[in-house]
């Protein structure tokens, strides 16, 4: 609602280009009225650039463009899933640096560059893939990626009682616990939240669809959720949290998972 609606005072702006995933090819942007946008890092991947010599602006505007084989072949694998996850949630437009900026277009460069923190915060909500870079994909849709390893200890601690671990975490700031606090022995996990780029893209979204360590997040101005904590509402009335990831999200749920208070 109102509350997460420009939570930031920021303008809304038009991206120039966006991904039309209906229709598999960029289209302007001027005139759409809501729109994903993609947070991640491409890694050592460069794939598919729009504006270099492979990849005109002009061949990706054609209509099923993005799915002929020679362009989907360079498309990184983070970006791929992100589009088919648009069109799970019920949308169909998606904001990616990499296909929606025109590398040739300097000038076009220089304004999507400077705009860049009002693009993520006029997006309707952005896919933050915080696991790994762009080749490592996004995975746990169902039809589309492969299947995710989920592991979770339950422990039953008395009658109607049972005690559950969850993924410690701390999306305040963009601040996830460190190595110090003896949460994060892998610095890959971390990466995401240590660049420049990404901080600004996560603090100016409004709502945001994670994908940390496995699992899937939602934060918003007016609630945190994640998916492995459901709120028993008769016997822990007071506990803030809900799960909200089910099928309509389009991610394959682990058998551990399921009905898990």
């Given amino acids: 609602g109102d509350a997460c609606a420009n ?3 920021i303008l809304p702006v038009s991206p120039q280009w966006l991904i039309d995933t209906q229709e598999a090819c960029i289209v302007p942007g001027e005139g759409v009225p809501e729109y994903i946008a993609l947070s991640y890092r491409w890694g050592a991947s460069r794939g598919l650039q729009v504006g270099t010599e492979k990849f005109s602006n002009e061949m990706l505007q054609k209509p099923g463009a993005l799915k002929e084989a020679h362009i989907a072949q360079f ?3 983070t970006i791929a ?6 069109q799970s949630i019920g949308e169909r437009y998606l904001w990616v ?8 277009d300097k000038a076009q460069l220089h304004r999507e560059l400077g705009m860049m923190g009002a693009i993520y915060a006029s997006a309707k909500i952005t896919i933050v893939a915080a696991d790994g870079d762009a080749t490592e994909g996004i995975r746990g849709l169902k039809g589309v990626s492969a299947p995710r390893n989920l592991q979770q200890s339950i422990l039953n601690l008395f009658e109607n009682l049972r005690i559950v671990q969850t993924v410690a975490y701390n999306f305040q700031n963009t601040r996830v616990l460190t190595e110090k606090e003896g949460h994060l022995d892998n610095d890959e996990e971390a990466k995401y ?3 420049g780029w990404t901080h600004q893209e996560f603090n100016l979204s409004k709502r945001r669809l994670i994908i940390y360590s496995g699992r899937v997040f939602w934060k918003c101005s007016c609630a945190d959720h994640f998916e492995d904590l459901i709120r028993e509402t008769t016997i822990l009335p007071d506990f803030p949290y809900q799960t909200i990831f089910r099928s309509e999200f389009g991610f394959q749920t682990s058998p551990l998972l399921k009905g898990t208070p």
């Fill in 97 to 104: 640096d990499a296909i929606c900026i025109d590398q040739s």
């Fill in 75 to 77: 498309i990184p694998p």
């Fill in 81 to 86: 899933h992100a589009i088919q996850l648009v």
């Fill in 193 to 195: 939240f240590r660049r």
């Fill in 7 to 9: 939570p930031v005072g």
